[in-house]
């Protein structure tokens, strides 16, 4: 089999795998668990769908730089104590979410990786990663859990500092590395054409 659906299934794998796998006690709070599914969705999953099932995701192969914008908005959005709330106290709330969070990572991906400049596909991939970087360290610093009132639980900073964390660890990395490699791949194809 080629590799590049055997990409697109290992997409699918981690997909169930952060759906099926009873992680809402990890680590005792619910804020991480959540937190590793949306970076799990945006960062990994969605990237290896792109990558594996290129026909299938082809028609959110947007602007990168639409696609950035689109993933600003939806984050950012989702991370307000309002929204979080009704996304952690509702299933309807949580089903538009994680939908929301897989096309705007459709978008950012799909643009990137198919973009006609490389370059554009950097931009968009950098910018994303700033962003992340930026909310993930909010999230760390607040003096005092964002979310627990709205969602009705005890308040837990570490749980939440956990949480900012893992969208650290995971998000930054993907987003700069896979950035930087189409930065590689421009610098390459000007290279060839000297």
């Given amino acids: 089999m080629p590799v590049r659906p055997l990409l697109g299934y290992a ?24 937190m590793l599914r949306h970076m799990g969705l945006v960062a990994i999953v969605t990237p290896l769908l ?28 989702w991370h307000l104590p309002g929204l979080h709330g009704w996304a952690d106290g509702d299933g309807v709330g949580l089903v538009f979410e994680q939908g929301s969070f897989a096309i705007a990572g459709l978008l950012v991906w799909a643009g990137a990786l198919r973009a006609e400049q490389p370059l554009a596909g950097a931009g968009g991939l950098l910018l994303t990663s700033m962003h992340m970087t930026l909310l993930g360290a ?18 837990d900073l570490d749980a939440q500092q956990l949480g900012g964390l893992l969208m650290l660890g995971i998000g930054t990395p993907v987003y700069l590395v ?8 421009a610098l390459d194809d000007k290279r060839e054409l000297a």
């Fill in 11 to 34: 997409g699918l794998l981690v997909l169930a795998v952060l759906w099926l796998l009873p992680l809402g006690d990890w680590a005792g709070a619910d804020f991480p668990h959540h």
């Fill in 50 to 77: 792109v990558l594996g099932f290129p026909n299938a995701t082809r028609p959110f192969a947007l602007s990168p730089l639409v696609g950035a914008a689109v993933e600003f908005v939806v984050v950012w959005g």
């Fill in 138 to 155: 909010l999230i760390i610093l607040a003096p005092r859990d964002l979310y627990a009132e709205i969602c009705r639980r005890a308040p």
């Fill in 178 to 185: 896979a950035g930087l490699a189409l930065v590689a791949r």
